[in-house]
């Protein structure tokens, strides 16, 4: 029954990606004629790196190679050492930068550190969709906070930060004193509601478009990555005007700035809707964990939020409103001071 279940399941998202992916031709054709070519196809060479990205205010840059998940990673770390780690996952289309505002919050009592995962930023860009399953994604915080030289943390994760922090909890409860998401359902309960509703599928058309060849990057890369700009600052989806400034979207649009910057995020998807191979307990998450959701989330609806609480035995939800998606930046002193309540509560 479940083979069936999952062939099914299988099917109806293939479909929809024919479908999507279909329409995404069209759109992307008509404004290539609209635009004309070099306009529309072009994206601006950014061959200087941001000043803001090396601001010291944020932390301290880092590499370190993970030997046995054979890739080397990225993040930016502020803090003391002899003080517990708290580990920050970043989303889509993000990098460490979307965790400033908390690098330089929770620095001050944590070791607070920010990870470019595999695929994005200035860590490795590992190809093929087999390296970006849940599991890879997983055993990559495993490893690196055993490199850096942590037995647990507090796991901190938004978007699809926040799915890999769901799952890392539940496969390693052991390495997590309190879990905190932001804006990111269960993964077992967004597969079951994007299942039963409709208006979820709408909002998450871009993932059936990531699983065709080429076009996903190329839409994203359209007009200089105007997409990835829509998302942050677009009317249905964007957060409000002044959370991202000129310099936060031009760090933004040098991170994703190459073709390849983009394959591997777009495989996350990919690897989790064609591939899964997560392999989630009958019994239910029991790290203490709390969820902070801003209620005007283009992408994701409210009620995820309280439907991921069904997976997790000590689960808290705190709304902030009026907040989008990127309710870390957008919202910074109400999240932080969300998380910091919580874990002061422990």
Excluded at 77 to 85: I, V
Excluded at 309 to 327: A, F, L, N, R, T
């Amino acid at each position: 029954m479940a083979g069936l279940r999952r062939i099914l399941s299988l099917s109806i998202t293939i479909l929809l990606s024919i479908v999507v992916g279909t329409l995404s031709s069209f759109v992307y054709l008509f404004n290539l004629i609209r635009f004309g070519p070099k306009r529309w196809v072009s994206v601006k060479k950014r061959n200087r790196r941001p000043d803001i990205l090396d601001n010291d205010k944020y932390g301290q840059h880092h590499w370190v190679a993970l030997k046995h998940c054979r890739v080397r990673l990225h993040y930016v770390a502020q803090g003391p050492d002899d003080r517990p780690l708290m580990l920050f996952l970043h989303g889509f289309p993000e990098f460490w930068y979307s965790w400033r505002h908390q690098l330089k919050e929770f620095g001050k009592d944590y070791k607070a550190v920010a990870v470019d995962m595999r695929g994005y930023g200035d860590s490795d860009k590992p190809s093929g969709m087999s390296e970006y399953s849940l599991n890879r994604l997983v055993e990559d915080v495993r490893e690196l906070i055993d490199v850096l030289g942590y037995e647990k943390c507090i796991l901190v994760g938004h978007d699809w930060g926040g799915a890999v922090a769901f799952y890392f909890a539940t496969k390693y409860p052991n390495k997590v004193q309190s879990l905190i998401v932001c804006n990111s359902g269960h993964p077992l309960a967004l597969r079951k509601y994007m299942m039963s509703t409709f208006s979820q599928i709408i909002k998450s058309w871009y993932m059936f478009l990531f699983l065709a060849p080429i076009l996903p990057v190329l839409t994203l890369r359209a007009h200089d990555l105007q997409m990835v700009v829509t998302a942050f600052c677009g009317r249905s989806t964007g957060a409000k005007p002044g959370t991202f400034t000129p310099e936060d979207i031009e760090a933004y649009k040098y991170t994703f700035a190459e073709y390849s910057d983009l394959v591997g995020p777009v495989n996350y998807y990919r690897a989790a809707l064609l591939r899964p191979d997560a392999v989630w307990p009958k019994t239910r998450l029991g790290v203490r964990t709390l969820m902070v959701w801003g209620t005007r989330d283009g992408f994701l609806e409210k009620k995820l939020a309280e439907l991921s609480g069904q997976y997790v035995d000590q689960y808290s939800v705190k709304y902030v409103e009026g907040s989008s998606h990127w309710v870390q930046q957008e919202e910074p002193q109400q999240t932080n001071a969300l998380i910091r309540q919580f874990l002061n509560d422990a």
